[in-house]
């Protein structure tokens, strides 16, 4: 018998939400609006492109940063996006997607003892990454309904330790968008103690009505110290393709890279050259995007207008929350599991996202599905 013993590194980690709602929605047969994932498939001109460049031999190693096509369509998305120049060699470098790009930008950034303050409901790979570079999480929570942040907290929870903030927007789950104000009093706070930043923007062509997307790399004196992640699975319904990127100045990006070669070293290369090939040619995807999803969020709100859930508001994202205190009084994670076993819908309970759950009972909800799967959902959430 063998007596190895391992000490874990993250000994209260367990399963994901996502890996164990997915797997009950599929064990009960259940609709399966809990995973962030698109039902529908990615952009025909994307999928051709893929076979085509594998077909002709493009299967080796990409060079570490990126194709630098890739970089150069990048760098032109950005300035039509936000009206900036950024050299793309120098700046921005592609990843295995945004997930290894946040965990890239947390281990580039923290030293033990080190301490980050994210915002409560926060996703989920945020805290692990910190506490895998021995620093730690400073959590302050948002609550629902507003999921507004605190700023004066914030600024009470800055200590000679702190070394970043982690920014998400629009944000996952509350599907909230920062606006103007909050970015004020960021630039505030992280020039008066000499901060950085990480700003989780991989939603930022989706937001809805006269709500726009406020990007890190529209600010000057905030890219200057900041780490912007995207994702390319987000944007062209590709989430399995695991393709992102990070926009961060020359200083940062140097470091920045250093951990990324060691990670993934480089990314899938015939995705590069087919990404490529669709910002450049298909530029009006990511312009349609924000309505194509709004019809989706329309739908599913219309759809469950008449049932007792209170709609919370989605401003970007695809997602939406629902409060469920005048139907249950279960805890969520329990109303989540009855959902699935007893009403045949997946969704995720909003308190997994804490590190003190409010005891608020929201549930998150994904709407990236075709219409009639959002319908047919919404009548039996309905009839609750």
């Not at 995973?35 to 994307?46: M, S, V």
Request: glycine fraction near 6%; charged fraction near 20%; hydrophobic fraction near 40%.
């Amino acid at each position: 018998m063998s007596t190895l013993e391992l000490s874990s590194k993250l000994p209260n980690l367990g399963t994901s939400i996502f890996t164990y709602m997915t797997g009950l929605a599929n064990q009960y047969n259940a609709i399966n609006l809990s995973q962030g994932f698109p039902e529908f498939d990615a952009p025909k001109r994307l999928k051709q492109g893929l076979a085509k460049y594998c077909d002709q031999g493009f299967n080796q190693y990409a060079p570490s940063s990126g194709l630098a096509p890739l970089q150069t369509q990048i760098a032109s998305l950005i300035g039509r996006q936000y009206g900036i120049d950024v050299n793309p060699n120098d700046t921005i470098t592609v990843t295995s997607g945004a997930t290894e790009a946040l965990f890239v930008s947390i281990q580039a950034i923290t030293h033990p003892g080190d301490e980050i303050i994210i915002f409560d409901p926060a996703y989920d790979s945020y805290k692990p990454a910190i506490e895998l570079a021995g620093g730690r999480a400073v959590h302050i929570a948002m609550q629902a309904p507003d999921y507004a942040i605190n700023w004066q907290q914030v600024a009470e929870a800055i200590t000679d330790k702190t070394r970043g903030i982690i920014i998400n927007t629009p944000h996952n789950p509350s599907a909230k968008t920062l606006k103007q104000a909050d970015f004020d009093e960021l630039k505030t706070l992280v020039l008066k103690h000499d901060l950085l930043i990480i700003s989780d923007e991989v939603y930022e062509h989706i937001t809805f009505g006269n709500t726009p997307h406020i990007s890190v790399l529209g600010d000057a004196e905030l890219f200057a110290r900041a780490f912007v992640i995207s994702s390319f699975g987000k944007t062209f319904h590709c989430t399995g393709w695991k393709m992102g990127y990070c926009v961060a100045p020359r200083m940062l990006t140097q470091e920045f890279r250093k951990i990324h070669q060691y990670v993934t070293f480089s990314s899938f290369t015939p995705a590069q050259l087919a990404l490529t090939d669709m910002l450049a040619e298909e530029p009006e995807h990511i312009t349609a995007l924000a309505p194509f999803y709004q019809h989706k969020r329309d739908v599913l709100v219309n759809a469950l207008q008449n049932s007792r859930f209170t709609i919370l508001p989605s401003e970007g994202t695809y997602f939406l929350l629902l409060d469920y205190s005048e139907i249950s009084e279960l805890d969520d994670m329990s109303f989540c599991e009855y959902l699935v076993k007893e009403v045949g819908v997946a969704a995720i309970p909003l308190s997994v996202f804490y590190q003190t759950a409010p005891g608020d009972r929201v549930i998150r909800l994904c709407f990236a599905k075709e219409d009639k799967t959002l319908q047919q959902a919404a009548e039996k959430l309905s009839a609750l």
